[in-house]
């Protein structure tokens, strides 16, 4: 006869439960901040005042009010990750890259709060530190990957992947960018020249057999 489960938990066991348990709790308080109320909302003594606590609570946590930004920017890398995962993979390799890039547009226009602290510089002072900066290069590896596929079946020239997916990545962030700035006058017209962007950036990277 099996063991009877421990029927507690030691001090240490429930201490470290409740960190943990602050520690998303503050986490999601500032999450809320940014998507109601945007980037400029999100302060130590904002998200104190949200959870009823003591600005010194949070400091003692994170450290920093960029501490918390950083657990704010890997959650949003979770929430991107998230979206690529829900790309389906068929036998066309160029139709799941593109669809891809689709998932990029359509997760900057569902979590824009997240995008503009992720990568248009919205919390000003904060710079994301080398763990952040590995949560995003995880979150764009099925399009790292999704390219190393595409040149091993010859549908991309061979070269550098990673350089493949940063020019990728560099152009169509220019045209959310541009957009969320207010340069286009109607979001049909920023989706009309993220498609343009998108397939004349692809058509440098195919073999010049390649149909265009």
Not at 4 to 30: F, G
Not at 45 to 50: G, S
């Amino acid at each position: 006869m099996s063991e009877p489960s421990q029927p507690y938990r030691t001090y240490s066991e429930v201490k470290l439960q409740q960190q943990q348990l602050l520690r998303k709790n503050v986490i999601d308080a500032a999450c809320i901040l940014l998507v109601e109320e945007g980037p400029e909302a999100v302060t130590v003594r904002r998200v104190a005042q949200k959870l009823s606590c003591s600005t010194k609570i949070i400091y003692s946590i994170f450290g920093s009010k960029d501490g918390l930004a950083n657990e704010m920017y890997l959650d949003g890398c979770r929430l991107l990750a998230e979206t690529f995962q829900q790309v389906p993979v068929t036998q066309n390799v160029l139709a799941d890259l593109e669809a891809l890039c689709w998932a990029y547009w359509k997760f900057a226009r569902l979590h824009s709060a997240y995008y503009k602290m992720m990568f248009g510089g919205a919390l000003s002072d904060f710079k994301p530190d080398e763990q952040s900066l590995e949560g995003t290069t995880t979150a764009l590896s099925r399009i790292l990957q999704t390219v190393i596929h595409a040149m091993e079946l010859g549908a991309l020239k061979e070269q550098d992947p990673l350089l493949v997916v940063r020019m990728l990545w560099s152009a169509l962030h220019g045209v959310i960018h541009l957009q969320f700035a207010g340069h286009f006058l109607t979001v049909d017209m920023a989706q009309e020249v993220y498609a343009f962007t998108l397939r004349n950036t692809l058509d440098v990277c195919k073999p010049s057999s390649s149909p265009a």
